[in-house]
């Protein structure tokens, strides 16, 4: 059984900042990629950003400089710290991970609930 839980969000105004959080608890043998993903009404899930269990972050053209990701494997938790928020930036805000639930089988991806992100005056 492997869960992963999103915090964090809220409403802010355009040019504020939110710090998410995404802990992932259960049985498993190791979490090597997790990352964020959102999606807006009407549109479809798109990436956002991935870290792996090293620290080596990638980031979506429209976010990077903005955004940054982190990662605790300690506490098999990720961050994304959001930054210069933007109203387009508004959506609900997904975490994922490659999670190896059994060491001689394939990895298996986990999606969290997801946590609202309204960016507004």
């Known amino acids: 059984q492997v869960q992963l839980v999103e915090s964090g969000g809220g409403l802010v105004q355009p040019g504020g900042s939110l710090r998410l959080s995404c802990a992932a608890s259960?049985?498993?043998?190791?979490?090597?990629?997790m990352g964020w993903y959102r999606q807006a009404p009407g549109k479809e899930r798109e990436w956002v950003a991935t870290?792996?269990?090293?620290?080596?972050?990638k980031y979506e053209e429209f976010v990077e400089g903005r955004f940054t990701i982190s990662r605790d494997n300690a506490q098999n938790t990720i961050y994304l710290q959001m930054n210069s928020l933007k109203p387009e930036d508004t959506a609900i805000y997904y975490c994922?991970?490659?999670?190896?639930?059994?060491?001689?089988?394939?990895?298996?991806?986990?999606w969290g609930q997801g946590t609202q992100v309204t960016v507004s005056s």
């Open positions: 994922n991970g490659l999670v190896e639930v059994q060491p001689d089988r394939g990895p298996q991806a986990y």
């Open positions: 870290i792996s269990r090293l620290g080596n972050a």
């Open positions: 259960g049985r498993f043998s190791d979490i090597s990629l």
